[in-house]
T-cell receptor, first 114, second 115 residues
Framework: DAKTTQPPSMDCAEGRAANLPCNHS???????VYWYRQIHSQGPQYIIH???NNETNEMASLIITEDRKSSTLILPHATLRDTAVYYC???????????????FGTGTRLTIIP | EAGVAQSPRYKIIEKRQSVAFWCNPI?????LYWYQQILGQGPKLLIQ????????DSQLPKDRFSAERLKGVDSTLKIQPAKLEDSAVYLC?????????????FGSGTQLSVL
């Protein structure tokens, strides 16, 4: 079962920052938080991941609370191409070499409004 | 670099027929995954390979689904016989398989409609 809770849908105006919340209150100390997104008719695409510190890359920023029970994905200047389903995933620690599976929930459907 | 290739893009069959999907992962990726995504849901892992060995097939309906990855490169997923509830997008993904917490790269999937 997915270990995260996300709102089913959100809207954001084009050009504004999109802030997508995720609750993961049962996260354990060695589990990472990953974000993927899925644009219509495409496979999921990796965005960012983190353990406890805030992370930033060319796509987004990830803010993780100090107690690690929740996080927020920030798209700083949303465009129409950011319309997608966003998945927040708590990554099971690999038990075997190469065991890197992802368990998806239903995600947040983000719609960017022109 | 080339991404994960899948074919066909779309497939329509009648129930009780058989169908096969093909996946070619990113060159050098040791780990290959097949996911099933039913409309309105997140992807669900069916089977995971490390090279040509199965790592996890706990959610694969083995009475009708089979998968192979001969030579540790490309892979095929087969359904025989298909049921109405198999209508879904079948996604293939790959990762390097050399360490922890790697990124997964997904193909665009095969959309299966069972009538």
């Amino acid at each position: 079962d997915a270990k995260t809770t996300q709102p089913p849908s959100m809207d954001c105006a084009e050009g504004r920052a999109a802030n997508l919340p995720c609750n993961h209150s049962t996260i354990s100390g060695n589990e990472y938080v990953y974000w993927y997104r899925q644009i219509h008719s495409q496979g999921p695409q990796y965005i960012i991941h983190g353990l406890k510190n805030n992370e930033t890359n060319e796509m987004a920023s990830l803010i993780i609370t100090e107690d690690r029970k929740s996080s927020t994905l920030i798209l700083p200047h949303a465009t129409l191409r950011d319309t997608a389903v966003y998945y927040c995933i708590v990554r099971d620690p690999p038990s075997n070499f190469g065991n890197e599976k992802l368990t998806f929930g239903t995600g947040t459907r983000l719609t960017i409004i022109p | 670099e080339a991404g994960v290739a899948q074919s066909p893009r779309y497939k329509i069959i009648e129930k009780r027929q058989s169908v096969a999907f093909w996946c070619n992962p990113i060159s050098g990726h040791a780990t290959l995954y097949w996911y099933q995504q039913i409309l309105g849901q997140g992807p669900k892992l069916l089977i995971q390979f490390q090279n040509n060995g199965v790592v996890d097939d706990s959610q694969l309906p083995k009475d009708r689904f089979s998968a192979e990855r001969l030579k540790g490169v490309d892979s095929t997923l087969k359904i025989q016989p298909a049921k109405l509830e198999d209508s879904a997008v079948y996604l293939c993904a790959s990762s390097l398989g050399q360490g922890r917490y790697e990124k997964l790269f997904f193909g665009s999937g095969t959309q299966l409609s069972v009538l």
